[in-house]
């Protein structure tokens, strides 16, 4: 099967093109055929090097959806035939993080989808509604579940809240569509008033340049009447937060999932506790709440926005578009 893989060394110069044996499914395993992965920053981090101290050689990858083409003894969730996308941490089927459920990681501890093949344990594979083609359904795994997480699992979003989304990659682009679906407001930002307008286009209610209007938590407040936003999903890190925090309402709620910006930087402890904000780390999800979504985004008939194609092959070029950070919603890898 083809497949590229880092050898050696970490670097965009060592991810390789590489002809491997098809893996063969052993009792409650299934193969799938992966039609579709998607690119998350995590696998750019990985890739270059900054993203964890994982084996060699190593199959990229978190994201991907293809079919069942394969099953070993003693399967009963999935036929060959199905369509199915696996889950971001085989593992973790239900109930909160622990330590084992998040142990293993697809594209870091264990092998990703940047190729035509993977081998999964049937629990590690969730079942896919027709209303999503392979290409839409990769784009989820990782960016979809983290922003359903943070917003649904556990901000429990209600309609009329408000919502502060920090810029338009991936999980910001999911979370404006799940905050739209719950009747939530919704706040964007971005250094870019292309991206911005597209965000108005798909139903961002405001929008804020954080370039030209650098105290961008005043400005929240200022939209919401001086109350602060109900939530605000915190994709920025170190640099960020601090705005975050002055930007949530009294009892607000920050699921942080990103570091985009840095890792470490001190944090006003007193904003806090005076404000009563509730701050969740959120490292994407369980398969349950996989499923959840699923409901959600057929039910919603929500479409993945998807900012380009490459194919499989071409992966470095992919890599390099992210880390260019011109991209709008995902970007897709085509197995086909």
């Known amino acids: 099967m083809r497949a590229m893989r880092l050898e050696g060394a970490f670097g965009l110069e060592n991810l390789t093109a590489a002809s491997l044996a098809q893996p063969e499914p052993g009792a409650g395993q299934v193969l799938v055929k992966l039609n579709a992965a998607c690119l998350n920053y995590r696998d750019l981090a990985i890739v270059l090097g900054f993203g964890g101290n994982y084996p ?83 784009c989820l795994p990782c960016a979809g579940l983290t922003a359903w997480r943070a917003l649904v699992s556990e901000g429990n979003i209600k309609a009329g809240n408000t919502v502060l989304l920090q810029g338009t990659g991936g999980v910001s682009i999911f979370g404006l569509q799940f905050a739209k679906a719950a009747g939530a407001e919704v706040i964007i930002t971005s250094s870019s008033d292309e991206k911005l307008e597209r965000a108005k286009q798909l139903g961002a209610d405001h929008v804020i340049n954080y370039k030209t209007t650098p105290d961008w938590a005043k400005e929240a407040r200022k939209i ?113």
């Open 56 to 138: 060699l050689p190593l199959i990229p990858l978190s994201d991907g959806a293809g079919e069942v083409v394969a099953i070993g003894p003693d399967v009963e969730r999935v036929v060959v035939g199905d369509r199915v996308a696996p889950q971001f941490f085989p593992s973790w089927i239900a109930g909160e993080p622990t330590l084992d459920g998040i142990s293993k990681s697809l594209g870091g501890s264990v092998g990703g989808c940047a190729a035509e093949y993977i081998c999964l344990s049937e629990e590690a594979v969730s079942k896919l509604p027709d209303c999503l083609s392979d290409e839409e359904a990769a």
């Open 224 to 336: 919401t009447g001086g109350r602060g936003v109900d939530h605000v999903v915190e994709v920025g890190g170190a640099e960020t937060l601090q705005q975050s925090m002055m930007a949530a309402r009294m009892g607000g709620h920050i699921a942080v999932i990103g570091l985009l910006s840095g890792l470490m930087k001190d944090v006003n402890v007193a904003a806090i506790f005076s404000q009563n904000l509730t701050i969740k780390g959120i490292t994407v999800g369980n398969r349950e709440q996989f499923e959840q979504m699923l409901r959600a985004i057929e039910r919603n008939n929500i479409k993945p926005v998807i900012d380009a194609r490459f194919d499989l092959n071409d992966l470095k070029n992919a890599l390099l578009h992210m880390q260019g950070a011109s991209h709008f919603g995902k970007i897709v890898i085509s197995n086909s």
